[in-house]
């Protein structure tokens, strides 16, 4: 069994910052790409920024420059640094995670999501 958790979120203003972390824990056996997708209100979820083992990164147009995302593999953990913050991205932030598990079945992985709300 495998599980994903995210923390981090919460309440900050217009320009502000907050940084997410993700930690996947359980029967892993190797993690490939891990990412961060957020849900607003009333939207689809979309994909927010993801990074592979290689360090290839991906990053949707309206948060280049803005957040950053990062891992430590010794950690099993993902982070989305987060500056600059504006109201258009509040949201339920999630955490996906492409794994291997022992039993040697490749999943993706999801967390329960956490809440980012930017005040104007």
């Known amino acids: 069994q495998v599980q994903l958790v995210e923390s981090g979120g919460g309440l900050v203003q217009a320009g502000g910052s907050l940084r997410l972390s993700c930690v996947a824990s359980?029967?892993?056996?190797?993690?490939?790409?891990m990412g961060w997708y957020r849900q607003a209100p009333g939207q689809q979820r979309e994909l927010v920024a993801r990074?592979?083992?290689?360090?290839?990164?991906a990053y949707v147009d309206s948060v280049k420059g803005r957040f950053t995302i990062s891992r430590d593999n010794a950690k099993n953990t993902v982070y989305l640094q987060m500056s600059s913050l504006k109201p258009e991205d509040t949201a339920v932030y999630y955490c996906a995670a492409d794994i291997w598990t022992t039993s040697w079945k490749r999943n993706a992985y999801w967390g329960q999501g956490t809440q980012v709300t930017v005040s104007s």
């Open positions: 990074l592979s083992t290689s360090g290839s990164t």
């Open positions: 359980g029967s892993i056996f190797s993690i490939d790409t």
